[in-house]
């Protein structure tokens, strides 16, 4: 065979020709793909030009497609398409990668995300994510970490770390979408099953309103899409020993126009739930109940607490409490009162407005007075006069 080849010259060229076109057809034809990469393909020329405003194209369509090819050994028809290698894309532990899609169908006039579609499987399926009407722009899904072939000339994806929130803080959110909250509110209302606000979709399926939420999150990790939840982190509400915490509500029912202080509400865990305090009718205003000293999370776009000192009866002291809340003693009762504390039960009707002291309930100088001691007292209802 080595003499034939010698003696034909012209057959060692064709023979190193035909060699040198099949390693250039090989070339073309395999695409072989490493463990940490995909191959984004490019149609070049044979096929449907993609429908207008479409720039991602579909199979059968010229253009860069929708589909990518993961790990491994592929072929292609040789010269139709190009195939550009790129790194997975890695989200780290304690980041998060908010997505945008640079194709799909119009997000509807009104919403600012797009609609969750299923199938795509993390956005590694930009074929299904389209065919299933996947909409163009930013999504309400996120990728939390690990790894994934996802097509850069089909989604963009930001990467941003967690919200870590310290013990003795507290996160108070505001929602980019959802329904408009109603008039006469401050804050939006709770809606269950968003899961600390880590299920934006599920938030607004169930009728999360955009604005200032009630709902707080507590110290701890949350994966959140910082694109549709704004998170502020603010210190949590301490109240020092010798000290209590007034508190007045910024939202809820209105205060009854005869009423300085707002009606107890008992299921609000010292202002920590502020939609327990909405469901059980609770009033915006001053607020009865106290807080003794210690640290609460707190929504203080629902809540403002201010500081005052705990009232002390010192030995040998008394306290004589005007009460600013309880039922008004009727004129009927005024008299009656004053006749049984004043000497011969005589008094004329003038001085009975002043001359009494009521029991325990009732608005006015109480009864009971107040002896030694360190009293929680809130002072917006309750008046001490030390004696």
Known sequence: MTEILATHPLLLITLGLSTAA????????????????????ERRWIGRKMPQGRVVAMGGEVGIQARTF?????????????????????ISN????????????????????????????????????????????????????GKYRINPYLFHVAKSD??????????????????????????AQSVPGHSNFEDGQAFLEK??????????????????????????????TVVPAGKIGLVTALDGSP?????????????????????????????RGPQLDVLRPGTYYINQLMFKVELDDVAIVERGQVAVVISN???EPTDEMKKRLTSSQTEGGQVVEEEARER?????????????VAGPGRYYLNKRAFIPYII
Do not use: C, W
């Open 255 to 283: 205060l009854p126009e005869n009423e300085f202080i707002a009606k107890s509400v008992d299921v609000h865990d010292d202002y920590q739930d502020g939609p327990k305090f909405l469901a059980g009718d609770g009033q």
């Open 94 to 145: 304690g980041e998060i990668g908010t997505v945008e899609s640079i194709d799909g169908k119009p997000i509807p006039p009104g919403r600012i995300f797009a609609s969750v579609v299923e199938g795509h499987n993390a956005f590694q399926d930009g074929e299904a994510f389209l065919v299933n009407g996947g909409q163009k722009g930013p999504q309400i899904q996120i990728l939390p970490p």
């Open 356 to 368: 009494y002291v009521v029991p325990k309930g009732f608005r006015g100088i109480q009864e009971e």
């Open 207 to 236: 009728g999360g309103q955009k604005g200032p939420q009630i709902d707080i999150l507590r110290p701890g990790t949350y994966r959140i899409n910082l694109n549709l939840f704004k998170v502020e982190i603010h210190e949590a």
């Open 70 to 90: 993961g790990p491994g050994m592929h072929f292609l028809i040789p010269f139709l398409y190009v195939a550009s290698k790129y790194d997975f894309m890695e």
């Open 325 to 327: 809340v309880g039922d």
């Open 22 to 41: 099949l390693l250039i057809l090989a070339y073309y034809s395999v695409v072989i793909v490493s463990g940490n990469a995909i191959a984004v393909l």
């Open 162 to 187: 967690a919200v870590s929130i310290d013990k003795g803080k507290v996160g108070v959110v505001t929602s980019a979408d959802g329904t408009q909250i109603p008039a006469g509110r401050l804050l």
